[in-house]
């Protein structure tokens, strides 16, 4: 609960600090640790629930980007509810959390094997309150929150429209050489 309370704590000060158009402070997040804690939160909660399989397929090399995990946290979070929102009657669920490196990025991708996005929409999806969800379901704030705050560190997120087992959103931040 502890924990809990101090991530949630971190989340609203860095929508907070979205909101204020804070610079940019040279922190740094790793994107391997992020990815395992918010699993690991959500398998506690939401995916035992609904009896949604995950799979980390996470790099085994240190995958530093810059930004505050905070911030990364939103949008990873904002991509894990619409892919349980999406599983939603789909038989065996399944979401795959994968991470590496490419080029000098640090690369996420959040898939799911659901229906994924109809054609016809997916150049809307990151419009403010756009949703695909029942009014009262989604704000329609998220994924454009979500590339704000990706698009301000310098990286990109886009849903992959290559990938043909439901829907896969890919998520590329500029490197950090901690060294």
Known sequence: ??????????????LLNYARKDTCSGVTCDINQLAHDLIETFINC???RYRIEVAMELSPDKLVAEGSCGQFDIVL???????IDALDKTPSPRIVVRTWAEDSYVCISIADNGPGVPPDIRNRLFDPFFSTKDVGQGSGLGLSISQAIVTKRGGFIAYDAEY???ARFVIKLPAVDLE
């Open 1 to 14: 609960i502890a924990d809990e309370t101090q991530r949630c704590s971190r989340v609203v000060q860095e």
């Open 46 to 48: 939401r995916l035992k």
């Open 77 to 83: 979070t904002n991509l894990l509810i619409n892919a």
């Open 164 to 166: 043909d087992a439901g």
